[in-house]
Each structure stands twice: as C-alpha cells, then as structure tokens.
C-alpha cells in the first residue's frame, strides 16, 4: 500500500504546474532553488509585478499586489535571498511605481479593476470597498524591507508602512481574520530579524498569539468540509511560537491529514468560487497540489514522514 507521501508525489506529478512541481521536488528531492525561481519567472510581468493566476482564485494576467504578494511567498518559501536576482529588482521595481498603491492610506490594494475582467472567486471582485488592505500590504513591506537597498526611498516608505501596520495591530482589537493574521506574522518576523527596535515587539508578539489563537478553528469535526483556520496555516512547528497555545490542535492535525487525504493523492478544497467561472475546477487542482506540498512539509516538521 502506498504511504500517504507516495500519494501525494504522484498527485503533484500528474496536477502540478510548473512552478508546484519544481516547489516540491526543491522540499523533498534535492531540488534546486534556481528552478523554482525560474518557474515562478514565467508568471512575472515586464513592470516587475506578477499575474496569471499565481494566486489560483483570479486569473488576471495583469500586475496586481497580491499576486505579487503570492510570488514572495513562494520566495520567501524556498529561502531565496539573493537580492540582485533580476526577479527580485523587478519586483521592487513594480512596488515603488505606485500602481495600485493607495498613497492616502499607505496601503496597496488587495483587489484591482482588471480582476473582473477575468475569471475569479467572488471574493477577488472589485468593488473599491476594501477597508483593511494589510493584506498584503504587511506582508509586501516584509519583502521590501528584506530585499530593498537600505539608502532607497522604497526602503524608507516600507519601514514607515511597518511601523504603522505594527503599531496599528498592537491597539487593534483582536480579530480572526487568519489571511491578515498571516501577513502580520510575515512582518513580524522580518522585523525581528533586521528592526527589531521599530516597535514593542513583545506587545507584537503577543497580539500575534491571541489572533493565532482565535483564528484556529477549534471543531475539527468542520476541517474537512468548511472553509475554516487550521494550525498548518500559519505553520506551526515544536519551536512555533504559537505551538503552546495550540498544541493539541497542531498534533491532532497531523492524523487530520493522513485521515483526509483522498484516494487520488489529493486533499479536499472546502472553498467554492460562487460564480459561474468553470476554471475554479482547475483552480483547485492548483489549491490541492499546493496543499500536498504544505501538507507533507507539516508531517516531516512533525516527525510524521
């Protein structure tokens, strides 16, 4: 009998793009990261930014914030870290043009105008209503304060945007909006590692805690079937920081896993698009091989496989 792992492999092999396929050969067979980066290329325009359903809920091929956002993530992912890589001049490139950049707020905006000219999930319309843009705004001045030469103004616009996204989430009531949650974990970490003096980073980290906690569903009689927070998400390890708090959620989750994956290799999506869009059916052929590549990475975090 095949081994959850070994399912999950051939999964990726016959339903993965390009790009998944060269994330998990990178985790699991030596897999170099100049292949990823060269996946993900194909998705990056010339103004730096990316599209083309990166994120695998809008297929808009134009530049947008969160795709560009999605493509860090897979960079962030990898460890890559080399900032004159022409991908990474270009994605600074794109974030210090100003383009769908509310300059009022200082946030970028989490959906655009071109969206509705493609195929998407309802939640990627725009409608010009966005209230709370720190997603992917957190996140993206992470990647800029990583990457950006200190001396430029993008640089010094990104420690601005951090400062005021930390000292917001800090007198910010709590909230279990998990995908917020995510890019305020991104920018803490990115803080504590190069500005850790920027803000009260122990106040920081424990709104972080208490957002984690509650985010976390805790039935998990409706991980299977609803579109709910699992520990995974915000990838909990032993070492986590969020792992005292929920601990017995995260090691449940490792059988959870095992449990649900399906006979074909992959995991359910519990999500609909609710639209007439029939590419959400492979759009979430995209979602499962991402999930069977995040999914095996928490079962060897956890000693599983």
Known sequence: MKTVFEKARAFIYRNARSVDLARWQYHFENGSRENVIHALSFYQNEDGGFGHGIEADFLNPNSSPMATWAASQIIREIGFEDRSHPMIKGMLRYLESGAEFDREHEQWLNTIPSNNDYPHAVWWTYNGNDDFRYNPTAALAAFIIDYADENSPLYKQAVTIAKQAADRIINEPEFDESHITGCFITLYETLKKRLPDITDMCAFEDKLKKNVKSSICPDTEKWASEYVTKPSVFGITRDSIFYEDNSQLAEYETEFIRS??????????????????????ISAKYWQCDFAIKNMLYLRNYGVI
């Open 260 to 281: 649900s994956q399906l006979s074909d290799g992959g995991f359910p999506v519990t999500w609909q698009w609710w639209t007439e869009y029939k590419e959400y059916e």
